[in-house]
């Protein structure tokens, strides 16, 4: 199973349950057939921003200052958007761009808190703007 999978697996078990260990959360990705190792799963919990709440994992939650850590989005040149986030965001809001399957989209390189989404051409450019704060909004 590739690395972007994994990661949304984990981002809906973590959205759905309450789990507090990364050994229960382990379990949970195997019985849903999704192998990990520990060190994976530590990895994917850093690069998604997951942090532990009320001894649960949780995704940080940005105060009402932006919609799942999506802060901004400016178009570069004719194909390039790129898109701020909140510190250690970028991995999880990449995993729901690239999930919506946006046929403006060609790909997205997500950073700590930057992610480059390349498009189709300049009219998808445009397009793809649109549709990706509609799906953050």
């Given at each position: 199973?590739?690395?972007r999978?994994?990661?949304k ?17 382990r ?34 939650h940005?105060n ?18 790129v ?10 809001v ?24 390349a ?8 397009g ?10």
């Amino acid at each position: 199973m590739v690395k972007r999978e994994r990661q949304k697996k984990l981002l809906n078990l973590i959205r759905a349950k309450r789990i507090g260990t990364q050994e229960a959360l382990r379990a949970h990705l195997e019985r849903a057939g999704v192998p990990a190792t520990q060190s994976s799963l530590s990895r994917d919990l850093e690069e998604l921003g997951v942090v532990k709440h009320h001894g649960s994992y949780a995704l940080p939650h940005a105060n009402g200052d932006s919609a799942r850590g999506l802060l901004s989005l400016d178009i570069a040149g004719d194909v390039l958007i790129v898109a701020k986030c909140l510190p250690g965001r970028a991995s999880a809001v990449a995993v729901e761009i690239d999930d919506a399957a946006i046929p403006e989209i060609v790909g997205t390189l997500a950073g700590e808190d930057t992610i480059f989404i390349a498009a189709r051409d300049q009219k998808s450019q445009r397009g793809a703007t649109k549709k990706i704060w509609e799906l953050f909004g």
